[in-house]
């Protein structure tokens, strides 16, 4: 039986929030909040903030881009397909936003506060900054913030260790990186030159792998407090990344590369939550 008219619409605008990358950042910023030690209820709120602040941003992208993904024939982009329509789309972005900010209220101001900075970033990217030199900039600030949301969501507010803001934003080059390298040739097509763009695929994909192994290299360095579990993850990001690079620079952009950023990426997210109160200033 086929889906009614309602829940397509439903399915399409789900796929529009970029459901995967933004399951994955609610995921890392509430293992944070467990790290630093907040109350269940905080780790909760901070989840379902970071979750609704997530869908905001898919759906800002997908809003803003919407001519140049049709002009490009992106197929996995409902808006782009004519499977929702752009209003709904832009109103649901601003919903979610909202929502997301007014729900972080509970942890405190400070941390409602940067929050606010961090998504407000993220949207900047999606409205101007992917067409510039300085694209990556919103990715290390949105991503160098989620260790201080969780620190700044304990019932008294703590700052983060430089090194937990330091690997969080290196995380966030890779990101950006990995992210835009599928689509260098699309966005060509549609005037979009960000720093990726500008530097080429060869220097991105070194660019990527480098961001993910400095992550690694300042959360298990030993002037840090590392661990020998976070000396293991070290060694095992090192190899991943050697062999990543290696191959795409052999063979060039496929599956495969983005399978390996995502388990580097994970190894330096495990090796910062393993990190624990360590993440606090003391």
């Not at 990726?196 to 220097?203: D, E, F, S, V």
């Not at 399978?259 to 090796?271: E, P, S």
Request: aromatic content about 6%.
């Amino acid at each position: 039986m086929p889906a009614s008219p309602a829940l397509r619409r439903v399915s399409a605008l789900v796929r529009s929030t970029h459901p995967g990358p933004g399951i994955a950042v609610t995921v890392v910023a509430a293992l944070l909040g467990v790290a630093v030690g907040l109350e269940p209820w905080r780790v909760a709120v901070l989840g379902v903030a970071m979750l609704l602040d997530q869908c905001s941003v898919g759906l800002s992208n997908d809003w803003i881009d919407a001519d140049r993904d049709r002009a490009v024939g992106r197929q996995d982009k409902p808006v782009a397909r004519g499977e929702i329509p752009v209003h709904v789309v832009r109103a649901a972005a601003w919903l979610a936003a909202s929502a997301a900010l007014l729900l972080t209220l509970p942890l405190g101001l400070a941390a409602a506060a940067a929050h606010a900075v961090a998504l407000g970033s993220a949207w900047a990217y999606n409205a101007t900054l992917k067409n510039s030199a300085v694209s990556v900039l919103p990715y290390a600030l949105s991503f160098g913030l989620l260790p201080a949301l969780a620190t700044l969501a304990r019932p008294v507010p703590a700052l983060p260790v430089w090194w937990a803001v330091a690997a969080g934003a290196l995380l966030g080059v890779a990101a950006h990186f990995a992210n835009v390298l599928p689509d260098l040739d699309d966005d060509r097509e549609t005037g979009i030159r960000g720093l990726p763009h500008r530097m080429g695929l060869r220097a991105s994909i070194v660019t990527t792998w480098l961001a993910l192994v400095l992550a690694a290299a300042v959360i298990a360095s030993p002037g840090n407090g590392g661990s020998p579990a976070s000396l293991i993850g070290f060694v095992i990001s090192l190899a991943i990344g050697a062999i990543g690079l290696f191959l795409a620079l052999r063979r060039g952009v496929g599956r495969w590369l983005f399978r390996l950023v995502i388990t580097a990426a994970l190894i330096d997210v495990a090796m910062l939550v393993l990190a624990g109160s360590r993440l606090l200033v003391s």
